[in-house]
């Protein structure tokens, strides 16, 4: 199956500091990549929609130059949070949108755990 | 307004005892549906894709079925190792990059 890797699994920063997460395809190409948040014990919550060469699209109420996006390639999506304050802690997923012929999935990475002192 | 309700929020079982998930969805149009996995800390973890009304899959002891206004997971003789949360999403026929996910149904096997 399709695999996708996130680094770092978790990271703990200090507030006022900006902390990059990186979402990799490994063994498929994605031109549409996905990141989510999800809060304890709740569903994702699309922030936004990496598409590779071109500009990010942003979700309502998701602030672009807090939550910086960069699809710099067919395998690699970067979410750098900007000045992160505690109530930027979460859990951040990326997923990687493969398409092959009629089939159409979103592979997700593990996860990165975000803690903001 | 374009949706996906879970039900229930939250399901316990024995082993061995089946039981059926279910994902109900409101959308302008659907392109597809898909089940994940999630275990706690963890990314959701691909499950299957439906894409018309009538289509199953299977794979061990799951099956996801389909109709044009939900979707089934149905767990037959579960193990405590199928303790997880199970997410579904659909996406749009008008936009495909637009995925709406339900809010899951957390699954407790007992042993």
């Known amino acids: 199956g399709a695999v996708v890797s996130q680094h770092p699994s978790r990271v703990i920063c200090k507030s006022g500091t900006s902390v990059k997460i990186e979402c990799r395809s490994l063994?498929?190409?994605?031109?549409?990549m996905f990141w989510y948040r999800q809060f304890p014990k709740q569903s994702l919550m699309l922030m936004a929609t990496s598409n590779e060469g071109s500009k990010a699209t942003y979700e309502q109420g998701v602030e672009k130059d807090k939550f910086l996006i960069n699809h710099a390639s067919l395998t690699l999506s970067t979410l750098t949070v900007t000045s992160a304050h505690p109530e930027d802690s979460s859990f951040y997923i990326c997923?990687?949108?493969?398409?092959?012929?009629?089939?159409?999935?979103?592979?997700f990475g593990p996860g990165t755990r975000l803690t903001v002192l | 307004e374009d949706q996906v309700t879970q039900s229930p929020e939250a399901l316990r079982l024995q082993e061995g005892e089946s039981s059926s998930l279910n994902c109900s969805y409101t959308v302008s149009g659907l392109r597809g549906l898909f089940w994940y996995r999630q275990d706690p800390g963890k990314g959701p973890e691909f499950l299957f894709t439906?894409?018309?009304a009538g289509e199953e899959k299977e794979k061990e002891r799951l099956k996801a079925t389909l109709t044009k206004k939900e979707s089934f997971l149905h767990i037959t003789a579960p193990k405590p190792e199928d303790s997880a949360t199970y997410l579904c999403a659909v996406q749009l026929r008008y936009n495909f990059n637009k995925f709406y996910f339900g809010s899951g149904t957390k699954l407790n096997v007992k042993p």
């Open positions: 439906l894409y018309s």
């Open positions: 997923s990687a949108r493969q398409l092959a012929g009629d089939l159409d999935t979103q592979y």
């Open positions: 063994d498929f190409q994605a031109t549409t």
